[in-house]
Every structure is written in C-alpha cells, then in structure tokens.
C-alpha cells in the first residue's frame, strides 16, 4: 500500500479534500434524485415487475432494479438520507474503493433477498445499499487503521451503527435479508479494495524532526573530524621505531676452472 511520509502543501491538501468531498456529495445527491423521479413516477406503472421475487426466474432480474423501487414516501425518504451522508463519508474517504464496491454492494443485497426471501413476497428499496455503505466504512476502518479510516467508522457507527442489528429479522415488512446481503458485501468490498486508495500523509512530529536533525548534526560532524583533525596516534609513524632489518644475503658463485681462459 502506498504511503506518504512527507503532507502536501496544507493549501493544496485543503483544496484536494474539498474537491473530494463536493464529488462525493454530488454523486450522492444525483443518485437521491434518482431515487425521487423513481418513486414519482412509480404511480403510472405497476412496479411489482421490477421487484425482486424471491427464488423465481421471473423475479432475478428484481436484483438490478429494485434498489430504485420504494413503498412509501417515508421508505424513500429514510433511504435517501442515509445514502446521502453515507455515500458522501464512504467517497470522500474511499473514493476508488467506493466505486469499484458499488455493483458488488447492489449484487449482493439484491442476491440476498432473492435468496432468503420468503415465496410470494417482493423486496424494493435502496436499504441494503445503505446497510452495504456502512459495513464497507466501519471494516475498512478496522483494516487500515489509519486516522481518517478510524474517524470515518466512527461516524459511520455513531450515524447509523443501528444497522448492525437489522441485518436480523426484527420487524415485519422489513427486507433484512436485503439488509444482510448488503452487509455480506460491504465486508467483501472492503477486504478486496482495502489497498485500492493510498494512506493518507504522515504528520511529523515535533520529535521526530529532532532526532533526524541530531541524526544529521551527529554525521556531518564525524565527516568535519575526519577531515581536519589528525587521525589516531598509534595510526603516525614513529621515526625511532623501526622494524627489524633485513639479513644479508649471501650468493653463491660456481668457481671458474683452472684451463678456462
């Protein structure tokens, strides 16, 4: 996972976390208001096509529109806020791994209401996105572990840590199987994209510059000694202290014949 060790400029960080902010918000906000042209002109036609049927082929592909499918003016309404401020918290935090989670957060609430649903029932609403935004927030803030990652669950816990008990069947009405498969793949999502955004830049502390610049005073005076001071004294030669001398050599040389001119 990449990591910075040195912050930006806190200017230019300041204008790229707001830039990401207001993208997230946006994004949040035209998928609201998708929801809102839905649900309005959902009286001119029969929805109930669109929904999901639990096991049944006529009712598969419910999974890819019934997240845009509400009941009830207070159904979507309760869904468009928590999708607003958790959409919001998870693309400002995690913008590319709130991206490439979104079909797998859409596929696996709509699977799991197919799947778990009871025969003859029809499951709408864009709940189990939101329950899928929540669990993708609060595991990949026990992931990563980082500041913005902790601060990011715990916002998400503190608005919404309700969910965790929903994902059970508590109410009647309520689709908490829709609710536990968005959950099952807001921690799948989070485990494969955990390393998708980079760590956010390592403040330095005070301490830390301090020993750096010992560190570096410490160097630059060992290669100031080094230079100009003189080395050890057992490193000078002593004039008086000489090694042993060297033995004379004695040659041989063959005797010369006495008829040898």
Not at 143 to 150: C, E, P, T, V
């Amino acid at each position: 996972m990449p990591v910075h060790d040195s912050a930006l400029d806190p200017q230019r960080q300041r204008e790229h976390d707001r830039r990401r902010l207001w993208r997230a918000f946006n994004a949040s906000l035209a998928f609201v208001l998708l929801l809102l042209v839905v649900f309005s002109a959902q009286q001119a036609f029969d929805w109930r096509a669109l929904a999901i049927a639990p096991q049944t082929l006529a009712g598969l592909p419910g999974v890819l529109t019934a997240p845009l499918l509400h009941g009830s003016p207070g159904h979507v309404g309760a869904n468009a806020v928590s999708l607003l401020l958790l959409g919001t918290l998870a693309g400002t935090v995690y913008p590319r791994a709130t991206l490439r989670a979104l079909p797998l957060l859409w596929l696996g609430s709509g699977l799991g209401a197919w799947l778990l649903g009871d025969a003859g029932s029809h499951h709408l609403g864009a709940s189990g996105l939101g329950h899928g935004l929540m669990f993708l927030v609060f595991a990949l803030g026990l992931l990563r572990r980082d500041r913005a990652a902790i601060a990011a669950a715990m916002i998400a816990f503190m608005l919404y840590g309700g969910m965790l008990l929903t994902v059970l069947p508590r109410e009647p009405g309520v689709s908490w199987q829709a609710h536990l498969g968005g959950a099952f793949a807001g921690l799948v999502a989070a485990w494969l994209f955990r390393r998708s955004d980079p760590l956010p830049p390592r403040k330095r502390y005070s301490w830390e510059l301090e020993e750096e610049q010992a560190a570096r005073a410490a160097a630059l005076a060992d290669a100031d000694r080094g230079q100009f001071e003189p080395g050890s004294p057992r490193d000078v030669p002593v004039l008086w202290q000489r090694g042993e001398p060297e033995r004379a050599a004695v040659l041989p040389f063959p005797e010369r014949r006495r008829d040898e001119p």
